[in-house]
């Protein structure tokens, strides 16, 4: 017993440091694999409001370009307004109430909440940004997160009054996207190379794919909806090896200015994955 | 002004510094991530004992990974550094009993030349560490040996610009002070 002590006397400095080392070790590979960690929440808010304090100074110098990509999404906004199209028979009038049901058996699927972006990196190989928005305003874990012009990411960890959203640009983001010309789906991510690209696979070389054609969100994703950008198609990898393309595609999201984006809550999701799950304990 | 106090401002500064400016700064190409930060670690004094040198690096990592949200990332590089930091000067110190007459690692105190190694093994240790955890989840050996000789190269140039900008005055301790 006294050589053990003697022992821990003699190398506690070592001991010391592999102690740190592990715990350092352990919270990085769990964090990564679980994609949260108690501890993040408390830390998130106490440094939420050191970015927020930041981030009205940055806020200035970045005011011309959000206005004008916010000027940009009110035209398209505007454009969809119900307003704007006729009956054909005008005896007919038809509402779209705010209410989850409606007479008419409308519901709605999709619930959309503006956030401010108030952190956000994108020089690493993992990027994360931070929301204003957390569990107390309804955001919570999975939810999708869209910019004025397109995907941005998806929640990851939420406190009270903020929450930390995996950004595309990570390397365990994964997407489901699709052409929109002709309805090719395929997978989404992030080759960790530049900040302006992503890479998009599984496209089948049957199809047509061209230089510039508009690749948005696909109907199975749950956290996004359907239609909202996700890229233009920058380059066609024609791999010879394989029947599949391989896209390189320039995101629509702006990732060096991200200042205001809209947190999207599918309202039927937990439907969706209840049933979806039924099935896994079936067999 | 105490060590406690310096100390305490230059970790918020240095911790500051690297989130709010060098972090900020666009990506000039993927292998190029400024780090300065552990610097901190570098300028700590000598007399510090070594059980809380690897503390102070542990806790140090920490709260930039807190900024980063990597939690332990920077942390395993810095209780790294921080924990090598006494056998490296133990083998560089010009004479016996130099750490005695001068409080903290710099030029005047070491020696120009003991100074440099010191400043070139402990940042290449970092980085090259910091870049074997990042390149365990992506990436090719390539891409490791590329990251870890750029970030070592911008940080030691960031470390030579700071060594110019903020000259650290050292004063000889004689043995009765």
């Known amino acids: ?283 | 002004m105490s060590d406690l106090v310096k100390n305490t401002i230059r970790f918020i500064l240095f911790i500051f510094i690297q989130v709010f400016v060098l972090l900020q700064i666009p990506p000039l190409h993927r292998f190029i991530v400024p780090y300065i930060y552990f610097l901190y670690i570098l300028w700590l004094p000598f007399r510090t004992p070594r059980g809380t040198l690897t503390l102070v690096g542990f806790l140090f990592g920490l709260s930039l990974d807190f900024f980063t949200v990597s939690p332990g990332l920077h942390a395993a590089a810095c209780t790294l550094i921080a924990y090598l930091r006494p056998f490296l000067i133990n083998i560089l110190i010009p004479q016996e009993g130099a750490e005695q007459n001068y409080k903290s690692p710099s030029i005047t105190s070491m020696g120009l030349a003991p100074y440099a190694t010191y400043i070139l093994i402990l940042t290449l240790l970092h980085n090259t560490y910091l870049v074997l955890l990042e390149w365990l989840d992506v990436g090719s050996f390539w891409f490791f040996l590329g990251k870890v000789l750029a970030t070592t190269g911008i940080s030691l140039l960031l470390i030579l610009v700071t060594e110019l900008l903020f000259y650290r005055k050292e004063k000889f301790r004689t043995n009765t002070a």
Not at chain 1, 35 to 60: C, D, M, P, Q, W
């Open chain 1, 1 to 283: 017993m006294r050589n053990i002590f003697l022992f821990i006397r003699r190398y506690f400095n070592f001991l010391f440091f592999v102690v740190m080392q592990l715990v350092a070790l352990y919270i990085l590979f769990n964090f990564n694999r679980f994609h949260e960690a108690a501890f993040l929440g408390v830390a998130s808010e106490v440094t939420g409001k050191v970015n927020a304090r930041y981030n009205n100074i940055e806020y200035y110098f970045k005011l011309k370009k959000a206005n004008e990509a916010l000027v940009i999404e009110n035209e398209q906004l505007r454009n969809q307004l119900r307003q704007n199209f006729d009956m054909p028979d005008t005896s007919r009038r038809f509402f779209q109430d705010t209410l989850a049901y409606d007479t008419l058996g409308h519901y709605r699927k999709w619930w959309f909440m503006s956030a401010k972006v108030i952190n956000n990196s994108i020089n690493f190989q993992n990027n994360y940004f931070t929301v204003n928005r957390g569990a107390k305003q309804g955001v919570r874990k999975d939810m999708g997160v869209i910019s004025p012009t397109g995907v941005a990411g998806t929640i990851i960890t939420v406190s009270d009054n903020m929450a930390i959203a995996m950004s595309l640009l990570n390397s365990q983001s994964r997407l489901s996207a699709k052409l929109k010309k002709s309805g090719e789906t395929g997978q989404v991510f992030w080759d960790g190379k530049n900040p302006n690209f992503l890479t998009m696979v599984n496209l089948p070389k049957s199809m047509q794919v061209n230089k510039g054609d508009t690749i948005i969100t696909s109907q199975y994703s749950t956290r996004y909806p359907l239609g909202i950008m996700v890229g233009s198609v920058a380059e066609v990898v024609d791999d010879k090896s394989s029947n599949f393309y391989t896209l390189k595609i320039k995101t629509a999201t702006d990732f060096y200015n991200l200042e205001h984006a809209t947190v999207v809550e599918n309202l039927f999701k937990e439907e969706q994955k209840k049933l979806e799950d039924s099935i896994k304990t079936n067999e």
